[in-house]
T-cell receptor, first 114, second 115 residues
Framework: NAGVTQTPKFQVLKTGQSMTLQCAQD?????MYWYRQDPGMGLRLIYY???????DKGEVPNGYNVSRLNKREFSLRLESAAPSQTSVYFC?????????????FGPGTRLLVL | AQSVSQHNHHVILSEAASLELGCNYS??????LFWYVQYPGQHLQLLLK??????LVKGIKGFEAEFIKSKFSFNLRKPSVQWSDTAEYFC?????????????FGRGTQLTVWP
């Protein structure tokens, strides 16, 4: 039981390049989330998916797109990377069992945009 | 909108000292409350959580937190810290009346424990 896994662990991009961050969970969770973590800012929600087939914007969605490929996988795409997107990206999942929901996090992807 | 404030940005303690990290939130309804810990270079791990019931919640590694509804607070405590507690600590809130899964995080408190 690996929990939440993310690939890649590290990535360096040039401005304007595109890439997709992958996330998978093996806990049979319904909900999945993408956050970015910046120094002194805590974690901010980019996008989330309450269930397979649905996605919604979070607090900072600009410059990103997401795909909920199936129940296990939730990918985050940067179409044209910008230096402001240099950050650590965390994927999370939760069972979303009504009122008592706990999110579990992956190991993160460190992204540097030059 | 919900928000979470962690007033201590960086706390430095010696081993065996007592710890209290402040967390206040703004949300008018019923909340779920969490503390996560992030050790250097690692992902966030759940330290403890409060959904309902006894407002004093015990978590892993000797941590506890107290929910005081009248003060909108959920402070984290540990009676005696260890060097291995050096990490960043995040308070998070999920309002039950809001969209499922919208966790709001504080900016984090970096704890440094000197041996």
């Amino acid at each position: 039981n690996a929990g939440v896994t993310q690939t890649p662990k590290f990535q360096v991009l040039k401005t304007g390049q595109s890439m997709t961050l992958q996330c998978a969970q093996d806990m049979n969770h319904n909900s999945m989330y993408w956050y970015r973590q910046d120094p002194g800012m805590g974690l901010r929600l980019i996008y989330y998916s309450a269930s397979e087939g649905t996605t919604d914007k979070g607090e900072v969605p600009n410059g990103y797109n997401v795909s909920r490929l199936n129940k296990r996988e939730f990918s985050l795409r940067l179409e044209s990377a910008a230096p402001s997107q240099t950050s650590v990206y965390f994927c999370a999942s939760s069972e979303a069992s009504g009122r008592r929901e706990t999110q579990y996090f992956g190991p993160g992807t460190r992204l540097l945009v030059l | 909108a919900q928000s979470v404030s962690q007033h201590n940005h960086h706390v430095i303690l010696s081993e065996a000292a007592s710890l209290e990290l402040g967390c206040n939130y703004s949300y008018g309804g019923t909340v779920n409350l969490f503390w996560y810990v992030q050790y250097p270079g690692q992902h966030l791990q759940l330290l403890l959580k409060y959904f309902s019931g006894d407002p004093l919640v015990k978590g892993i590694k000797g941590f506890e937190a107290e929910f005081i509804k009248s003060k909108f607070s959920f402070n984290l405590r540990k009676p005696s810290v260890q060097w291995s507690d050096t990490a960043e600590y995040f308070c998070a809130v999920n309002g039950r009346g809001s969209t499922l899964g919208r966790l709001y995080f504080g900016r984090g408190t970096q704890l440094t424990v000197w041996p």
